[in-house]
């Protein structure tokens, strides 16, 4: 066999000083993932259009066990090595280098490694840290009455979970859902943070409080009228004594409204009637005798009786927002009235996220994180950083938000604890959300726009070596053949 002469030589030395090989890169990118049991998570790896890829190998580490490779992306198709796998069918393939995951469980929680080979036979690495909860349940409100005084009504809010465990309990107050306020004289919160101790005036603006449970993935809530509760004489037959109750709703789910009736009373019929936008009043069913029966079809088999006294409505659709009233007859011939302001929001789409890496230096990164929402109306942003979503601090010198809360621009330092920022897309009863690191966003961007160029360069040194050498050779066989 011949040696490579010293041309081939050089070009191996270069070869190998560009990188150009299957060598992963010692710090690769890692990106947290948030999915809720049911629902879908995507596992986004971000390639330059100009780079071509040959294949994603994709592997599942779980929290307990041995790594295993579940799926291939070649020549743009999905192989399953194991189709037999905890996953089965449930793995997709979005994108030329996306993985998607549907129907998540509890069990796939884990570390998933994207080992991507390039046309260029170039390795690079991706990693996703990916945790899965399980759905919010519905809080219950329960109230406990204090001697009231002339000036003001005395009452225990308590808010209720029937899990425990990664669920964060808040209250706030009014229809705009506003924050309490730090230091109030007139409300104070336990330290657990499910019990509200209030002592409200009638002649309060906000009468109204809501107990909101979340979790990195999902949103419930429940709201209680104090007016309802603090009134001085029992439920009458006049509806300004009994204020409408705020319920809101997502798309395809399902809401309770719960009627608050003396226990001392009998019942003898409970009619509900519908008004939706600003259409007429209609009689939707009516329950006598321990049975439901519907006056209008309009609503299908998705009414029923929860119990004795509440009406609960399934498969929420949009057309079923609006004012739902109850119409009590007790057996003493008393009549109550009880409206619920039905909300029905949609599900929140997965946030659309872009950076733009604007400049750095060795003691500051600039750069503008972005996130989108495909759909408009009812959906707030914002914003959170750390693991722990702590809030942005106001007048920070180092990060600040667009008027429209879309965009927001940090001047980041490599030396700062918190290098994590999640955007946050919400609705009174559904939450998404998606991080940025800035520390890989700093660290694989800023050093790719100066790889490329030194490549480029020493490329280019490379082909001018080439083609001096085979210009001598050229020149010395030219030689030999005139002597």
């Known amino acids: ?46 390639i330059t259009s100009s780079k071509r890829v040959a294949k994603i190998e994709w592997k599942f580490q779980p929290q307990t066990g041995l790594a295993l490779v579940i799926a291939e992306f070649r020549n743009g ?47 690079k690495e991706y990693s996703f840290s990916c945790r899965v909860y399980e759905p919010v349940p519905e809080p219950q ?6 001697p009231k005084t002339a000036e003001a009504c005395n009452v225990t809010l308590q808010c209720l979970a029937s899990e ?31 019990d509200l101790q209030v002592s409200w005036r009638p002649n309060s603006s906000d009468s109204t409080f809501t107990c909101l449970l979340s979790n990195p993935v999902d949103q419930k809530s429940s709201s209680l009228d104090l007016v309802r509760i603090c009134q001085s004489e029992g439920m009458g037959s006049n509806p300004a004594e009994n204020p409408p109750q705020q319920v809101s709703g997502i798309l395809g789910g399902s809401v309770l409204f719960l009627l608050k009736l003396p226990s001392i009373k009998m019942v003898g019929r409970i009619e509900w009637s519908f008004q939706g936008g600003s259409g007429q009043e209609v009689l939707i069913a009516e329950l006598k005798d321990g049975k439901l029966e519907q006056q209008n079809i309009t609503f299908g088999q998705r009414l029923e009786m929860a119990n004795k006294t509440t009406l609960r409505i399934r498969a929420l659709e949009k057309e079923d927002s609006g004012a739902w009233t109850a119409r009590v007859l007790f057996a003493t011939r008393e009549v109550h009235k009880q409206t619920f302001l039905l909300s029905v929001f949609g599900i929140v789409p997965d946030p659309q996220t872009h950076h733009h890496l604007v400049s750095k230096t060795a003691e500051v990164c600039n750069m503008t994180l972005q996130c989108l929402v495909s759909e408009k109306g009812g959906i707030n942003i914002s914003w959170k950083r750390g693991t722990q979503l702590s809030f942005l601090e106001e007048g920070s010198d180092w ?85």
Request: aromatic fraction near 8%; charge should be neutral.
């Open 141 to 146: 409100i329960r109230y406990q009455l204090v």
């Open 77 to 123: 198709k999905l192989e399953r090595p194991n189709p037999g796998d905890r996953f089965g069918h449930r793995l997709e393939m979005a994108g030329e280098a996306t993985l998607r995951i549907a129907v998540l469980e509890m069990g796939d929680c884990g570390l998933y490694t994207a080992r991507v080979r390039l046309s260029t036979s170039v390795v």
């Open 399 to 483: 990060y600040w938000l667009s008027a429209e809360g879309t965009d927001l621009h940090v001047s980041w330092q490599p030396n700062s604890s918190g290098s994590i920022f999640t955007c946050l897309l919400s609705n009174p009863v559904d939450q998404k959300n998606a991080s940025f690191d800035l520390f890989s966003i700093c660290h694989n961007d800023g050093a790719s726009g100066c790889l490329s160029w030194v490549r480029l360069a020493m490329l280019a040194g490379l082909l001018v070596q080439i083609l001096a050498v085979v210009s001598l050779n050229v020149l010395e066989r030219a030689g030999k053949k005139q002597n």
């Open 164 to 194: 425990k465990g990664g669920i964060d309990v808040s209250w706030k107050r009014g229809t705009q859902l506003s924050d309490l306020e730090e230091g109030s004289g007139w409300y104070q919160l336990s330290a657990e943070g499910s």
């Open 1 to 46: 066999m011949k040696a490579p002469g010293f041309g081939g030589v050089m070009l191996l030395l270069h070869l190998q000083s560009l990188g150009i090989a299957s060598i992963p890169a010692r710090n690769p990118p890692h990106y947290e993932v948030n999915g809720i049991r049911g629902g879908s998570v995507s596992l986004p790896v971000f």
